[in-house]
């Protein structure tokens, strides 16, 4: 038993180094610590009912972080990954302008407007995640032909 968990830690910290170096791998994990510095900034500050979106996020980032890590994604196939990763990111650009711009404008504290301007700066990387995984998908979709192989008729 020791020997084949032994033999599993390689294989996991090798999975996690070459996902890591990959662009989504490095996008997933600053997403990851961007929401954990923004949830340490509201925390520290006298707003905290703007916490639950960068801790939702940042346990999406890390959740499909994993799965894109061990391949889980080609194994369960009858959930299209690429459009469940876009609307995530997509959805978290939305929420972190929201928010962000709720407590830049309220400036109830400094902690709280570091918090805001940095989720300005998560709703820029979110928003690139989320066109990059759109563009991917669609430089991956090639069109049916409209045309029969005989030429027109």
């Known amino acids: 038993m020791a020997d084949s968990e032994r033999s599993a830690a390689p294989d996991c910290s090798a999975a996690c180094k070459a996902f890591s170096r990959t662009r989504k791998g490095i996008l997933l994990l600053v997403e990851t610590v961007l929401c954990l510095v923004i949830v340490i900034c509201y925390s520290a500050s006298r707003v905290m ?8 996020e940042m346990v999406l980032a890390a959740v499909f972080f994993a799965i ?3 391949n889980v994604h080609h194994q369960l196939q009858f959930i299209n990954w690429p459009w469940t990763d876009f609307f995530r990111a997509l959805i978290a650009s939305v929420l972190f302008f929201i928010t962000s711009l709720i407590t830049i404008i309220k400036n109830v504290d400094a902690q709280s407007t570091v918090g805001g301007v940095l989720g300005l700066v998560a709703t820029i990387l979110f928003a690139y995640d989320a066109y990059s995984t759109f563009h991917t998908q669609r430089s991956r979709h090639t069109p049916a032909a409209t045309e029969s192989p005989d030429g027109p008729s």
């Not at 009912?49 to 939702?56: A, E, F, H, I, K």
């Open 49 to 56: 009912g703007y916490l639950s979106v960068p801790v939702v």
């Open 68 to 70: 894109f890590m061990f």
